[in-house]
Structures are given as structure tokens and as C-alpha cells.
């Protein structure tokens, strides 16, 4: 009991401490450009792209210290995508696609098969990936984005935002809340009903059914049925809405003018708001993981937020003799490797709980000799969220001699 109630302390201090951080951890960074930003794609934890009005790509490998600005075209890009850190796609005016196939060392043009105004793009599973816009044009490739087909959407209404599921599942949403579904690839597109009457510039799908949309009219929507129902979860959004991104089903952003950031952890149900250190206008956010992300805007704007990875203080008395290092990678799915080091022969526990301070699973309980040691964590049967692993190693059990006892965090991305 004693162990137990130490930890649900742990997670409470650590919760509050993680939230003070929460609101101090948004910092602008120098862009090297003064046009305006609508593209983002986080590709890993140092490497981000972003994409702007004049035909600017930026880039950066050093997690935003240094931003690399290239001019591909004189038209407006307006949303740029990756499927791995090598291929990726980036559209705008005049149907413009330009696509790389070595991780932004040369983007070539390819022909969209559309002469409309491309606002939005998504990656679906494989080789699939969309792009949609003005004129209601919505075009598909099946080969990475060398080749494109203009597909029918049934509407001349302008599209600004696109999310891709699969190979067959494609929602696009845009003008006076209009949302277009297709199910089977983009031969048919059907009208979802929309409780949004203004425009939805953002839609985001985390599986086939959980989706949200952004939008004017301080304007958020979800659905769990895959869009044949949509609810509006805006309470505590005061602006309009330009851009969002949810890690998982709970955690969510989404971003405003005059620098408004809103974040929530429960689905929507209620946002709060954080200080982005600017007062310009924020067109799209990205996050990497729970605490790294960015998000861009107008003039050049580039906001990065960066939350130190805290470990919760141990419980028992730190020894050199005991390492627990983080699990990798991180976040997961389905698994992650937890590495510990003994220089000693100890009893050792291994445990993993979620936040209400539940025990999940015991991976490791025993006798162990000296050496470096990895343990294989499967969370296939446990839903997307943020978890904790315990090692306890020493003399916990006897409560004499030496112990050590120190949780860290983990973030499940299904």
C-alpha cells in the first residue's frame, strides 16, 4: 500500500508540474522569412517542414534552431505532406504539386491534372495520397505522387481541408460546413451532415470512425462514427479556428488568430488556452509527441513548443549501481523497448500503469544478475494514451539497505 500511494503522488505532483510547464514551453523561432506560413509537417523530432504564400519551403534538421528557406514557384503553397522522411508532396495555386523522393534534396513538379487552387493534402495508407481545394477539386494518387487523377466530388464549393484513412477513406471539408465523404477510394462522394454553418478550413481522421474538424465561428466538430454523425465539442473556443492536431482520441490543439493556442485532454469536451508568445496569426500546428511540436503562421511565423521530458523523482535512494533509460521508440505502437542496468545482482520489478495509477502489466519480477537488460512492452490490447513503467530494483522489498525506484513516461500512438 505504501508503494502505491507514493506513486499516486508521484502522479499527481507530476501532473501539476506538467502543467505548469505546459504554459511557459512555446517559443518563437527565427524563420528566415517574412511571407505567410499555411503548410506544416512534423516528420521526427528534429526534422519539420513548413510551406507559405511565394512559393517557400522551409526546413529544418535541427528541431527549428536553424531554418533553411527554398523558393520552388512564385505561386501561394498552401499545405505540404510526407509519407516517410524521403517522399513527400507539397500543392498550392494553379493545381501546383511538386514532390521529392530524397527527403527535400530536389522537388520536381508533376502535373495535379487540375488547374484549381489546391488547399489541403493527406496521406492514406501506401502509395495513396489526395489533395483538394478550390472549385470543389479533389485528385488522388495510387503511385506516391507521380501521377494524379481528378476525381468528382459532386460540389464546385471550395474544399480547405482534407484527412485520409486507409486506402479508400477520404473526408474533405471547406465552405458554409461542408463535409464530403467518399468510402470507396473517390469513385462516390457523399454529403455528411455538418453541425458547422461556416466555413471548416482543418478535419482531421484518427481511425476510420474518431475525426475532428476545425473551423470559423469558434467551430469545433467530432465524430465517432466515421462523420455520420458530427457534434460541435467548441467549449472554451472563443475564435475562429484555422488549424488542429490531435495526438490521439483526448489530446488535441488547435490554433486561431492573434497567436490563440487551445489545447485539451479530454476529447474536446472542454478546451483550455496557452501563451504562444505571439500575436500574429496561426495557420496549422503539428505535434510530434505530447511535449514537441510547432506551429506556423503569418509573416514568417514559427512557434515551437518544447516541454522537458521530466522523470518523477524516485521514491527510494538513487545508486549508480541502477539506470532505467527511456523506452524507445517513443511514442509506440504496438511496442517499445524498456532498457535497465544493474551493476549489482538485485531483485527487480518492472511495472507499467496508466494515469489513475493502475497497474497494466508486470514485465520484469525477479532475481537478476549485473548487466544491461531490455524488456519488450506489447500495448496492442490497451487504448492510445499516455502510461507510466516503474522499475523497483535493491532492497525495496525489506525496506533496508539500498533501493531504487523511478518511473518515467511513455506516450501509445495507435
Given at each position: ?13 507530476f ?12 517559443n518563437?523561432?527565427?524563420s ?14 528534429t ?32 499545405s ?15 493545381g501546383i ?30 502509395n ?8 470543389g ?24 481541408g ?19 465523404f ?11 451532415q ?51 492536431f ?12 492573434l497567436?490563440?493556442?487551445y489545447?485539451?485532454?479530454n ?8 501563451s ?6 496561426l ?7 505530447s ?13 515551437h513548443?518544447?516541454e522537458?521530458?521530466?522523470d518523477?523523482?524516485?521514491?527510494g ?7 532505467l533509460?527511456q ?6 505502437n ?5 532498457k ?36 519488450d ?26 533501493s531504487?525506484v ?9
Amino acid at each position: 500500500m505504501r508503494h502505491k500511494y507514493l506513486f499516486a503522488m508521484i502522479i499527481i505532483s507530476f501532473i501539476y508540474f506538467h502543467n505548469i510547464i505546459v504554459a511557459q514551453s512555446w517559443n518563437v523561432q527565427v524563420s528566415n522569412t517574412t511571407q505567410q506560413l499555411k503548410g506544416l509537417y512534423v516528420v521526427s523530432e528534429t526534422e519539420v517542414w513548413a510551406c507559405g504564400d511565394g512559393g517557400v519551403v522551409l526546413h529544418t534538421l535541427d528541431a527549428g534552431t536553424n531554418w533553411t528557406v527554398n523558393t520552388l514557384t512564385g505561386a501561394d503553397l498552401h499545405s505540404i505532406v510526407f509519407k516517410d522522411a524521403s517522399i513527400g508532396i507539397v500543392v498550392g495555386d494553379g493545381g501546383i504539386i511538386f514532390r521529392t523522393t530524397d527527403g527535400g534534396v530536389n522537388w520536381m513538379s508533376v502535373n495535379s491534372s487540375t488547374g484549381s487552387q489546391l488547399r489541403a493534402a493527406d496521406w492514406g495508407d501506401g502509395n495513396v495520397v489526395w489533395a483538394a481545394g478550390r472549385d470543389g477539386a479533389i485528385v488522388k494518387s495510387t503511385d506516391g505522387g507521380q501521377t494524379w487523377s481528378v476525381l468528382n466530388s459532386g460540389t464546385t464549393g471550395r474544399f480547405r481541408g482534407l484527412a485520409a484513412f486507409g486506402i479508400n477513406n477520404a473526408w474533405a471539408v471547406g465552405e458554409d460546413g461542408m463535409i464530403k465523404f467518399t468510402s470507396d477510394g473517390g469513385i462516390t462522394w457523399v454529403t455528411q451532415q455538418s453541425p458547422a454553418t461556416d466555413d471548416l478550413h482543418d478535419v482531421q481522421f484518427l481511425t476510420e470512425s474518431i475525426g475532428y474538424g476545425g473551423g470559423s465561428n469558434s467551430e469545433i466538430i467530432f465524430t465517432n462514427d466515421g462523420g455520420q454523425n458530427w457534434i460541435s465539442r467548441s467549449n472554451g473556443i472563443a475564435m475562429g479556428i484555422n488549424g488542429i492536431f490531435f495526438l490521439d482520441e483526448n489530446n488535441g490543439w488547435a490554433v486561431s488568430d492573434l497567436g490563440a493556442i487551445y489545447i485539451t485532454s479530454n476529447g474536446g469536451m472542454s478546451w483550455g488556452t496557452q501563451s504562444s508568445n505571439t500575436t500574429q496569426t496561426l495557420n496549422e500546428i503539428h505535434f510530434f509527441s505530447s511535449n514537441l511540436g510547432w506551429t506556423v503562421g503569418d509573416i514568417g511565423t514559427i512557434v515551437h513548443f518544447s516541454e522537458p521530458v521530466t522523470d518523477v523523482e524516485p521514491e527510494g535512494t538513487i545508486s549508480e549501481s541502477y539506470q532505467l533509460s527511456q523506452n524507445y521508440p517513443n511514442p509506440f505502437n504496438p511496442s517499445t523497448k524498456i532498457k535497465y542496468t544493474l551493476t549489482t545482482s538485485s531483485f527487480v520489478t518492472i511495472k507499467v500503469y496508466n494515469l489513475l495509477g493502475n497497474e497494466i502489466v508486470t514485465l520484469v519480477n525477479g532475481i537478476k544478475p549485473a548487466g544491461t537488460f531490455e524488456v519488450d512492452f506489447n500495448a496492442s490490447e490497451i487504448p492510445s494514451g499516455i502510461y507510466f513503467y516503474k522499475l523497483e530494483a535493491g532492497n525495496f522489498l525489506s525496506g533496508s539497505g539500498e533501493s531504487f525506484v523511478q518511473t518515467k513516461k511513455m506516450m501509445l500512438l495507435k
